[in-house]
């Protein structure tokens, strides 16, 4: 089975002070790994993937498969980051896509 | 291009009713998904369509059903509704399925059963 584990509902931080968004995940194979953001009013919309190895909006993950771990980190947050950030999780093709239950992050001006 | 729309976007029913949710994906994308939305337990996963075909299914009750039509367009059915069935129910369309690939998502519907 799949899982995906956000341990941190909420997640308050000062502008300017770094961030990291904790997700972990369970899975038996080789897994697909994504960031998905919602701001406030808008549409759940992809932020970034691991295969893609990018940086989106000063953010970055990196898929470290021995702790099992996805965490989204930025070194300075800014107040427009506040929002909803769900971890995801896919497999081979054709397997359904797995989301954490969410972590709020608040960034205080 | 045109992104999912959901309709409509909000419904209020009583328990024990059914209800009747529509998505349509972007041109194009043949996958949609559909998901629940609730504070306490995040986004649960309901079923994923490709080609007509229901390719996944998640843990929820008979009573929450779908089916795709030729045009990719998507329908949720929930039946006998219960209290605990309100919540936001967002689709989502991606391009060939959920291998890399990302899924866009439309508004949701907020259902509210009283």
């Known amino acids: 089975a799949q899982r995906v584990t956000q341990p941190e509902k909420l997640l308050s931080v000062f502008k300017g002070a770094p961030v990291e968004l904790k997700c972990n995940y369970s899975?038996?194979?080789?897994?697909?790994l994504f960031w998905y953001v919602q701001y406030s009013r808008q549409r759940l919309q992809l932020l970034l993937r691991?295969?893609s190895r990018e940086s989106i909006k000063g953010f970055t993950a990196d898929l470290n498969k021995g702790e099992t771990s996805f965490h989204l980190k930025k070194p300075f947050a800014q107040e427009e980051d506040s929002a909803m950030y769900y971890c995801?999780?896919?497999?081979?093709?054709?397997?359904?896509?797995?989301f954490g239950i969410g972590t709020k992050l608040q960034v205080i001006p | 291009k045109a992104g999912v729309t959901q309709t409509p976007r909000y419904l209020i029913k009583t328990r024990g009713q059914q209800v009747t949710l529509s998505c349509s994906p972007i041109?194009?994308?043949?996958?949609v998904s559909w998901y629940q939305q609730t504070p306490g337990q995040g986004l649960q996963f309901l079923f994923e369509?490709?080609?007509?075909?229901?390719?996944n299914k998640g843990n929820f009750p008979g009573r929450f059903s779908g089916r795709q039509f030729s045009n990719s367009r998507s329908e949720m059915n929930v039946s006998t509704l219960e209290l605990g069935d309100s919540a936001l129910y967002l689709c989502?369309?991606?391009?060939?399925?959920?291998?890399?690939?990302?899924?866009?998502f439309g508004q949701g519907t907020r259902l509210t059963v009283v």
């Open positions: 989502a369309s991606s391009l060939v399925g959920t291998l890399n690939t990302e899924a866009f």
């Open positions: 369509y490709f080609s007509e075909t229901q390719r």
């Open positions: 691991h295969i």
């Open positions: 041109s194009g994308h043949r996958s």
């Open positions: 995801a999780l896919s497999g081979r093709l054709g397997q359904k896509v797995t």
């Open positions: 899975y038996s194979g080789s897994p697909e």
